[in-house]
């Protein structure tokens, strides 16, 4: 299905392709509803591919009395841990606890507790520091009393939102990338009666008729419907990150520690052989519509962090493989500091327009349903789903590992793909059934993704269906002349479109997912110059100290 050839008639229309629109969208499919899904650029464009990749509970949120906020994502990450094996999984981290700053050792014995009681097992363990050490070698060991382990999660993000529309559509649900939603048609009552779309592209118009909308938008949410509250606005918080070979960062564990600068919690975590440092949490003033990336503070910060935790690495800003930022939708005030936000999710409702906004990648299911329910009302009379029922189809009792995979890389396959997998791995060449050196996927999930997931632009296929763009070198280049000739026969481009491709891709890596040269050697002659000053006060203070 394509844009020219939309049914007129809907019974739901969902605006907006991340994690919150992907889990209404597979909702509504499984209630029978005649449902579609409309994103303005590409699934999981925003920030629904651009996150920490965390299934977690949100320890701190505890500290800040968000009792319920948590216990409902730590139900979820449990329900998603069950679910989707190989998609979501179980990840160990490391707290160090310093004598002189963050939080001591029973405070977060007591909210590690609680954690644990509302999951319902206990997941957490403290080490005298002898013992601590030996698990973070390379660590700061001045003022360390110790430290806990204890359990979340962590998920592709971007394939999580892919998961769950190839579900909705298997259910009989429809999705479109690249089509904006220009207005919301109302009747002389105000009532929502259909919405007027365009393809991004081809800037062809049509007109859908539905007396349901769902807005679920993110940032974007204010553009479609106003708050409702005078006081309460969207403010878009952008949260970047870098990431660092495994071999500069070489650690086995993640690691949430205390910034030394604002006590911000910071994340030092392994993912697909690479190691992912973050996140910040500052506003972001910049035009929605590009995409958003790293500033040169940014990476001053997240550095001195890691420097802090680890002074034995030799950071240095060239190290840094590739960054990306993405930009929270928090329904704010506009009084508190970035960091002491609620990420608490909001209901509005609009004769027949439900906005939805705010919340978790951990709850989307939760944020699916509440949407749902808001908008019962305005579309046919169906049942809804039993909410115990598991987030993502489960694997198939008939579906076996092939001979030629190892379990890991199976249960990785199924765990992006579902049922799917196994179409994969069949139509494969064998040679295509290699591991990408750098990575955790299969040369096959390329062409396999191009042909089957709606890839209008290479940054879809490298950034979002699979991940290259982020775990390799230089977004991937050398491995270009592969990638052309695995998805020509499935890409309706001829050769000048992917050179077009090829130049956009390179372009739009430099910009928003790499660190440019020009930032590295004003990073690098900040830090000299900081040296510099450090030095010359030693000096001054030792000749007071010694005078001639």
């Known amino acids: 299905m394509n844009f020219e050839t939309l049914p007129e008639e809907w019974d739901l229309i969902v605006v907006g392709g991340g994690i919150t629109g992907a889990g209404i969208l597979r909702e509504a499919a499984r209630m029978n509803l005649r449902v579609l899904l409309l994103e303005q650029k590409d699934f999981a464009w925003g920030t629904s591919s651009r996150s920490t990749k965390l299934v977690h509970g949100g320890l701190r949120y505890l500290k800040e009395g968000r009792f319920l906020l948590t216990r409902d994502a730590v139900k979820e990450r449990e329900r998603l841990l069950k679910d989707a094996p190989g998609l979501v999984k179980q990840l160990?981290?490391?707290?160090?606890?310093?004598?002189?700053?963050?939080?001591?050792?029973?405070?977060?014995?007591?909210?590690?507790?609680?954690?644990?009681?509302?999951?319902?097992?206990?997941?957490?363990?403290?080490?005298?520091?002898?013992?601590?050490?030996?698990?973070?070698?390379?660590?700061?060991?001045?003022?360390?009393?110790?430290?806990?382990?204890?359990?979340?999660?962590?998920?592709?993000?971007?394939?999580?939102?892919?998961?769950?529309?190839?579900?909705?559509?298997?259910?009989?649900?429809?999705?479109?990338?690249?089509?904006?939603?220009?207005?919301?048609?109302?009747?002389?009552?105000?009532?929502?009666?259909?919405?007027?779309?365009?393809?991004?592209?081809?800037?062809?118009?049509?007109?859908?008729?539905?007396?349901?909308?769902?807005?679920?938008?993110?940032?974007?949410?204010?553009?479609?419907?106003?708050?409702?509250?005078?006081?309460?606005?969207?403010?878009?918080?952008?949260?970047?990150?870098?990431?660092?070979?495994?071999?500069?960062?070489?650690?086995?564990?993640?690691?949430?520690?205390?910034?030394?600068?604002?006590?911000?919690?910071?994340?030092?975590?392994?993912?697909?052989?690479?190691?992912?440092?973050?996140?910040?949490?500052?506003?972001?003033?910049?035009?929605?519509?590009?995409?958003?990336?790293?500033?040169?503070?940014?990476?001053?910060?997240?550095?001195?962090?890691?420097?802090?935790?680890?002074?034995?690495?030799?950071?240095?800003?060239?190290?840094?493989?590739?960054?990306?930022?993405?930009?929270?939708?928090?329904?704010?005030?506009?009084?508190?500091?970035?960091?002491?936000?609620?990420?608490?999710?909001?209901?509005?409702?609009?004769?027949?327009?439900?906005?939805?906004?705010?919340?978790?990648?951990?709850t989307f299911r939760k944020l699916a349903l509440d949407a749902l329910n808001a908008a019962k009302p305005f579309f046919p009379p169906v049942k809804f789903n039993d909410p115990n029922d598991p987030v993502v189809l489960p694997a198939s009792p008939t579906l076996e590992k092939p001979d030629n995979l190892s379990s890991d890389i199976w249960q990785n396959l199924v765990g992006r793909y579902g049922q799917s997998a196994e179409e994969l791995v069949r139509t494969a060449a064998p040679e295509d059934l290699a591991v990408i050196p750098g990575t955790q996927t299969l040369w096959a999930e390329l062409p396999f993704a191009a042909k089957h997931e709606q890839v209008r632009h290479l940054s879809d296929l490298l950034l979002r269906r699979v991940r290259i763009g982020l775990l390799t070198p230089r977004g991937g280049k050398a491995y270009f002349r592969r990638i052309q000739e695995l998805c020509e026969p499935v890409l309706p481009w001829g050769r000048r479109q992917w050179k077009q491709e090829i130049k956009m891709y390179v372009d739009q890596w430099k910009y928003a997912y790499s660190l440019p040269e020009k930032t590295i050697d004003e990073i690098c002659a900040q830090q000299q110059s900081l040296i510099l000053k450090f030095i010359e006060l030693l000096m001054f203070y030792y000749r007071k100290l010694f005078p001639a």
């Open 92 to 362: 160990e981290f490391l707290v160090p606890i310093y004598k002189d700053r963050g939080p001591g050792r029973w405070v977060l014995e007591a909210g590690l507790s609680i954690y644990d009681l509302i999951a319902h097992k206990r997941q957490h363990r403290f080490y005298p520091p002898a013992e601590f050490i030996k698990l973070l070698p390379h660590i700061d060991q001045k003022g360390l009393s110790g430290g806990f382990s204890f359990y979340d999660a962590q998920v592709d993000d971007a394939r999580l939102v892919l998961r769950l529309i190839n579900e909705a559509v298997q259910f009989g649900g429809r999705a479109l990338n690249y089509t904006t939603v220009t207005k919301i048609i109302r009747n002389s009552t105000g009532e929502v009666i259909g919405i007027e779309a365009e393809d991004t592209e081809t800037r062809k118009v049509q007109t859908l008729v539905t007396g349901a909308v769902i807005n679920a938008t993110g940032v974007w949410a204010e553009m479609l419907h106003p708050s409702p509250d005078p006081k309460l606005h969207l403010r878009p918080l952008r949260g970047s990150h870098l990431i660092f070979p495994y071999d500069v960062l070489p650690i086995d564990y993640a690691v949430s520690f205390i910034h030394p600068v604002d006590s911000r919690a910071v994340f030092a975590i392994p993912w697909e052989g690479i190691v992912l440092v973050g996140t910040t949490d500052l506003d972001h003033g910049d035009d929605l519509s590009l995409e958003p990336a790293v500033s040169k503070e940014e990476v001053l910060y997240l550095l001195e962090g890691l420097r802090a935790l680890f002074p034995a690495f030799d950071i240095l800003p060239k190290n840094i493989q590739a960054t990306f930022a993405g930009v929270r939708p928090i329904l704010s005030e506009g009084k508190l500091a970035p960091s002491e936000e609620s990420r608490e999710h909001v209901v509005w409702k609009d004769k027949g327009l439900v906005t939805i906004t705010g919340g978790k990648l951990t």
